[in-house]
């Protein structure tokens, strides 16, 4: 089990640019969630999917974020235009829909700088 | 709504010290708990997990806590604390009826020799 894999690792652009942010999740988990960490507002929940339908994306800040997730095994988060607060890392978690719990699995998060 | 306070940004501790990091939820309705832990440049693991029956809950690397309802707590103890236990902590809460998450702001736990 290679877990949640997410990529870039790390991306450096700068303002106006876009921005695609990709995630794959732990096979059989139907339910993927992306957060943003920062310091001034920690973890927050940005979007989540289950069975690859988009449930609840009260947490993404602006018309620039979108998140997709085409097919169970893929999931990106595109934003477009990047400003400099949108530097942050973010981070992609899957879990099985049916667990009973939130017990997310982690990706190792993708860390953005926007210039 | 549920939300989430950790009472402590940060909390330095000596090697083999014991450690408590707080952490208070808030909710209306019934709650699942975690900890979660985070490591320089890594993602967040589980620590442990609250759904139900024993208030007290033992996880990895020797951590546990209690859940306590009536002061809406779930308090982190470790006994004797490691370098290696050098982290971030971030207490977690959902509701048992729906999916989302909500993490608090994180304690980070500094250990020195």
């Known amino acids: 089990d290679a877990g949640v894999i997410q990529s870039p690792r790390h991306e450096v652009t700068e303002m106006g640019q876009e921005v695609t942010l990709r995630c794959k999740p732990i096979?059989?988990?139907?339910?993927l969630f992306w957060y943003r960490q920062t310091m001034m507002r920690g973890l927050e929940l940005l979007i989540y999917?289950?069975?690859?339908?988009?449930?609840?994306d009260s947490g993404m800040p602006e018309d620039r974020f979108s998140a997709k997730m085409p097919n169970a095994s893929f999931s990106t988060l595109k934003i477009q235009p990047s400003e400099p607060r949108d530097s942050a890392v973010y981070f992609c978690a899957s879990r099985p829909t049916d667990s009973g719990a939130n017990v997310l699995t982690f990706g190792a998060g993708s860390r953005l700088t926007v210039l | 709504a549920q939300s989430v306070t950790q009472l402590d940004s940060q909390v330095p501790v000596f090697e083999e010290a014991p450690v408590e990091l707080r952490c208070n939820y808030s909710s209306s309705v019934s709650v699942y708990l975690f900890w979660y832990v985070q490591y320089p440049n890594q993602g967040l693991q589980l620590l442990l997990k609250y759904l139900s029956g024993s208030t007290l809950v033992k996880g990895i690397n020797g951590f546990e806590a209690e859940f306590n309802k009536s002061q809406t707590s779930f308090h982190l103890r470790k006994p004797s604390v490691h370098i290696s236990d050098t982290a971030e902590y971030f207490c977690?809460?959902?509701?048992?009826?729906?999916?989302?998450?909500?993490f608090g702001t994180g304690t980070r736990l500094q250990v020195f020799p």
């Open positions: 999917f289950n069975n690859n339908v988009p449930i609840d």
């Open positions: 977690a809460v959902s509701s048992t009826n729906t999916d989302k998450l909500i």
């Open positions: 096979s059989g988990h139907n339910s």
